[in-house]
Nanobody, 119 residues
Framework: QVQVVESGGGLVQPGGSLRLSCSASGKFFRIYDMGWYRQAPGKQRDFVARITNAGTTTYGDSAKGRFTISRDNALNTIYLQMDSLKPEDTSVYYC?????????????WGQGTQVTVSS
């Protein structure tokens, strides 16, 4: 059974920083791309950032210049360093991982972690 778990969300003031973490655990052969998405109430889920297992990164427009995604393959973990946060960054942040197991190769999602940017 594969699990993807996020942590690190919380309440932060505008202009502040937060670091999210996402770890994959369980029985699998390999993790390919991992990434972050976010969803605000009443809105669709949007792409934030993605990183390959070789370390190549891609960012959504909302993240460019303010967020940094990184990865520790030994720990099966990715991070999202979020700086210069704005109230419009308030969302539930979800981790996504493309994982190969003995029976499949598919996307797994975490349960989400709430990020609230407010004074």
């Amino acid at each position: 059974q594969v699990q993807v778990v996020e942590s690190g969300g919380g309440l932060v003031q505008p202009g502040g920083s937060l670091r999210l973490s996402c770890s994959a655990s369980g029985k699998f052969f390999r993790i390919y791309d991992m990434g972050w998405y976010r969803q605000a109430p009443g809105k669709q889920r949007d792409f934030v950032a993605r990183i390959t297992n070789a370390g190549t990164t891609t960012y959504g427009d909302s993240a460019k210049g303010r967020f940094t995604i990184s990865r520790d393959n030994a720990l099966n973990t990715i991070y999202l360093q979020m700086d210069s946060l704005k109230p419009e960054d308030t969302s539930v942040y979800y981790c996504n991982a493309d994982i190969r197991t003995i029976s499949s190769n598919r996307d797994y999602w975490g349960q989400g972690t709430q990020v609230t940017v407010s004074s």
